[in-house]
Every structure is written in C-alpha cells, then in structure tokens.
C-alpha cells in the first residue's frame, strides 16, 4: 500500500501565478479531503469529495480556489491566480469510512513570494 | 466558541511521567472522536479512535465524556518519542463534517 501520495512536496511561485496541487488516494477509498494547514489557523478543511463528487466545499476561501476529481484515483486542488497568503501545507486524505479515520499525504509545502 | 478547543501547550513533561489532555466539542450531537499524533513538519497521522466506552491501546488511553462534550487521551510513562503535537477530531453531521482541533504540543524531556 503505497499510501496517499501528493505532488509536488515543494512549490515556490509567484505571485499571480497558477498553482496545481496533486493528490492519489489510498485504492479502494471512497472519500478524499484537501486541507490546508498554517500556524496561526491550524488544520482547515478546504473540500470533501465521496465517491468523486464534492459534498462539501465550504472551506474553499474563494473563487481563487478550486478543486477537481476526475476519477476516483486522481484529485487536484488549483489556486489562480495565487497570492502569499495562500502559503501553507496542503494536505490531501482518504479514507473508506469516515468513520474510519484518515490517512493523510505527506503534503505540498506551498511559498507564494 | 471555537467548535472544537484544546489547551495549545506546550505540555514539558519528564520521561516516565503521565500525563493527559483534553479536547472539548460544542456539538452535542458530534457522533465519532478521534486521536491523532502529528510530528514536526509532518502530516498527522492516526493515534486512535475514540469509542464512548473508553479504549486503550499500550500506553494510551482515550475517554469520551458526552455529558460534559469532552475527549481526552492519557500517556503512561511517556517516551522521548512521544513528543509530538496531538490533535483531536470531531465528526458531526451525519460523519459529513470534520473538524480539528488545533493540537497540544507535548515535549517528553529526557
């Protein structure tokens, strides 16, 4: 079990550029989440997808702020254009069940300068 | 008040010693609790479930108190190992929303 597997584990942008965050979920789960996490807020649901649909978005900031699952081994958190407050660790997780608890990826260490 | 609160830390502790956090939900209707451990500059990862009956598992042991909306997580004879952040998870709405808590920081000084 390879786990959930993020990419990249670095990105440095710009300002105003377009990022593309990149998570695999552990086969066989039904349910992925994006968070972000910083120091001053913590851990942060961003969005929740089962079985490939998005249930809850609530946590999205803004328009600026979006997120894909084309299939269920693939989902993809997008930031256009990206600002420095957007810099944090972004987290992706899987789970079966909820109720099961989480495996979380390793993150993507996002710098927007 | 925040939905899910936990005393930040940081907690110093001598190895050997015990010592517990708690983690307080406003949702009376939360519906399952979880433990997990994160490491500097890691992602978290799962400690343990929370189950009403209270659980342990080796030197741990979580506790759920519904009347008082409470979880909280005992470490026996702590380890250098156990220096960590511990977060606390809620899950409320039919299992539909997460919610965790912002970590207490454990420091197990030799």
């Known amino acids: 079990d390879a786990g959930v597997i993020q990419s990249p584990r670095h990105e440095v942008t710009e300002m105003g550029q377009e990022v593309t965050l990149r998570c695999k979920p552990i086969s066989g789960h039904n349910s992925l989440f994006w968070y972000r996490q910083t120091m001053m807020r913590g851990l942060e649901l961003l969005i929740y997808f089962n079985n490939n649909v998005p249930i809850d978005d609530s946590g999205m900031p803004e328009d600026r702020f979006s997120a894909k699952m084309p299939n269920a081994s693939f989902s993809t958190l997008k930031i256009q254009p990206s600002e420095p407050r957007d810099s944090a660790v972004y987290f992706c997780?899987?789970?079966?069940?909820?109720?099961?608890?989480?495996?979380f990826g390793s993150g993507t260490r996002l710098t927007v300068v | 008040r925040k939905e899910v609160e936990q005393d930040p830390g940081p907690f110093n502790v001598p190895e050997g010693a015990t010592v517990a956090f708690n983690c307080t939900y406003s949702?009376?209707?939360?519906?399952?609790f979880f433990w997990y451990r994160q490491d500097c500059r890691k992602e978290p990862k799962l400690l343990m479930s929370v189950y009403s009956s209270g659980n342990e598992d080796g030197r741990f042991t979580a506790q759920l108190n519904r009347a008082s909306q409470y979880i909280s997580l005992l470490i026996r004879d702590s380890k250098l190992s156990d220096s960590a952040t511990y977060l606390c998870?809620?899950?409320?709405?039919?299992?539909?929303?997460?919610?965790f808590g912002t970590g207490t920081k454990l420091q197990v000084i030799p």
């Open positions: 949702n009376s209707a939360s519906q399952s």
């Open positions: 997780a899987s789970s079966l069940e909820p109720n099961y608890g989480y495996t």
């Open positions: 998870v809620v899950l409320s709405g039919g299992y539909q929303k997460v919610t």
